[in-house]
């Protein structure tokens, strides 16, 4: 693993509730007022997750050495670490803040057809954290991947690695609504591509006071993900779709758009075209969705170029 990928974010433990039904059904029998509603669970789980371990997981699949920067409560020490440690991950940059107890979290409801509630807490901001030019390991990082957090950490370490040279990917996720018109004027001007869904980039445009095309004029590759509608990639004024792998079992949706993350990172690393890259993020995600934790799917990069071959190559009419 010679390639390092710098992965910030929020390092998070998710709780995880099963509605066994449709959130859309619900809504239509019981018309939701106020955004109050109460359905019985079918289940629940707590697992490991937040975008930077979830990112830096896939990737060390993937053969490239992916390293959080992150900031942890005292409950890390519990398990979490334990668990990264024995998946080969450096977890030396995640800071654990002493005076907080708890890690992020992330308390998700899903339904049967794949919809999320979500309620996010960041989590500690550790003052001690340090930037990525601090970090002994920062010359041998050939791209930084910035995750959900505080816009103003975020605008931070993508000044500092602007100032290093290193290129970035924005990954606002859930926090994109707290970035403001400045903020997020700024971050398109220093990052060398966007990842967000298409709610993200709605709100993105809303509080930025763009539209797509002035968008695009500021940041070089913007990545639109559409969940089970595959995927669309704009860079110098065209658009390459590409559709999601078909027929996958959906165990668990939790986490898929990191492991999409990671696999257009693997791409982009490797001087892979628009499409490739967008392709082996699809299957990635698609490993993901068929696994009922976030870290706990298996695969290999061998496994995934055979998976792309077969479903991209072999059935072109996919993409």
């Given at each position: ?30 018309p ?115 995750g ?12 500092d ?7 970035m990917?924005?990954d ?15 971050l ?5 591509a ?17 539209d797509?095309?002035?968008?695009m ?11 089970e509608?595959?995927?669309?990639v704009?860079?110098?004024?065209a ?5 999601a ?27 892979l ?27 290999s ?19």
């Amino acid at each position: 693993m010679g390639d390092v990928v710098l992965v910030t974010g929020s390092t998070a433990i998710d709780h995880t509730g099963f509605y066994d039904g449709s959130f859309e059904d619900y809504e239509e029998q019981y018309p939701v007022t106020a955004f109050n509603a109460s359905f019985q669970l079918g289940g629940m789980r707590t697992s490991f997750g937040g975008c930077a371990p979830n990112i830096a997981y896939g990737l060390n699949l993937l053969g490239i050495k992916g390293i959080p920067l992150s900031s942890a409560g005292r409950n890390f020490r519990d398990h979490y670490e334990a668990h990264l440690t024995s998946n080969g991950i450096d977890t030396r940059f995640i800071f654990i803040d002493d005076d907080v107890a708890y890690c992020a979290s992330c308390l998700m409801i899903n339904d049967e057809e794949g919809n999320q509630v979500i309620g996010f807490y960041p989590g500690p901001h550790d003052p001690k954290r340090q930037l990525p030019s601090e970090l002994p390991i920062i010359n041998e990082v050939r791209l930084a991947n910035l995750g959900p957090e505080e816009p103003h950490l975020t605008l931070k370490q993508a000044r500092d690695l602007a100032a290093l040279g290193i290129p970035m990917v924005a990954d606002p996720g859930q926090v994109t609504a707290s970035f403001s018109r400045k903020d997020i004027r700024e971050l398109l001007e220093l990052v060398d591509a966007l990842i967000v869904n298409e709610h993200e980039l709605d709100v993105l445009l809303s509080n930025g006071g763009l539209d797509q095309q002035a968008l695009m004029a500021k940041v070089p590759e913007l990545v639109v993900t559409h969940s089970e509608q595959g995927v669309d990639v704009y860079r110098d004024g065209a658009c390459t779709h590409v559709s999601a792998v078909p027929d996958v079992e959906i165990v668990e949706v939790t986490g898929c758009g990191d492991a999409f993350r990671a696999g257009y990172i693997y791409g982009m690393l490797n001087n892979l075209g628009i499409r490739e890259r967008a392709e082996i993020g699809c299957v990635m995600a698609a490993i993901n969705l068929a696994c009922e934790e976030t870290q706990r799917y298996r695969t290999s990069i061998d496994e995934v170029l055979q998976t792309q071959e077969r479903v991209y190559r072999i059935r072109p009419e996919v993409s």
